[in-house]
């Protein structure tokens, strides 16, 4: 398995500032994945990235990999307040590798 | 284009009774993964159903036990529930040739009293 931490473990902004999260993991992996939680909901597939790729874009996301020091970043630009959720990170490898998660970062978006 | 969809919403239990959750992947997925996530933590991975077949296993007890069907579908069990059993349980669907993307559902948020 291939262990997500999260790291803040919370994080508060205002509305129309930057928000940045970062995890790191132990094992090798084909891609990494980032997923959103609303208060007791379901999660929600973010963005892939995979271990070959060193940045990727998805509307205001932006997610960077950096293999070599086993760890990613979140990057939410012009945070609204629906962003406000527990945001978290796996990684995966081809096939069906079970997705071993942290704690994920508690971000709050204040209007 | 249906995702993961779970059923019931919500379920409330008393100790020692059997409960049984379902799960339906999304359109064109083979592979089912069951995930606890109790209040405050991550998901901790269950188990994972292909070809009706359990594949792989977490560190569960096997009061934890699931089934999947034909058509993709799977349930999963839980015997002899416990407080501790309280949680939000949340099926995941991917393909069994693919990068590992999983598609999680909405969960069914178990109390057990």
């Known amino acids: 398995s291939q262990q997500g931490e999260e790291d803040p473990q919370a994080l508060s902004i205002q509305e129309g500032e930057n928000a940045t999260m970062n995890c790191s993991y132990k094992?090798?992996?084909?891609?990494l994945q980032w997923y959103r939680q609303n208060s007791g909901r379901g999660l929600v597939h973010l963005i892939l990235?995979?271990?070959?790729?060193r940045e990727k874009h998805s509307g205001r996301l932006r997610v960077t990999l950096d293999t070599s020091k086993k760890s990613s970043s979140l990057l939410i630009t012009a945070s609204r307040a629906a962003d406000t959720a527990s945001y978290f990170c796996a990684g995966g490898n081809s096939g069906n590798t079970p997705l071993v998660f942290g704690k994920g970062t508690r971000l709050s978006v204040i209007a | 284009d249906a995702g993961v969809t779970q059923s019931p919403t919500h379920l409330i239990k008393t100790r020692g009774q059997q409960v049984t959750l379902r799960c339906s992947p999304k359109s064109g997925h083979d592979t089912v993964s069951w995930y606890q996530q109790a209040l405050g933590q991550g998901p901790q991975f269950i188990f994972q159903y292909y070809e009706e077949e359990e594949r792989q296993r977490g560190n569960f007890p096997d009061r934890f036990s699931g089934h999947q069907f034909p058509n993709y579908s799977s349930e999963l069990n839980v015997n002899a529930l416990l407080l501790g059993d309280s949680a939000l349980y949340l099926c995941?669907?991917?393909?069994?040739?693919?990068?590992?993307?999983?598609?999680f559902g909405p969960g069914t948020r178990l109390t057990v009293l």
């Open positions: 990235i995979r271990s070959n790729e």
């Open positions: 995941a669907s991917s393909l069994a040739g693919g990068v590992g993307e999983q598609f």
């Open positions: 094992t090798s992996i084909n891609n």
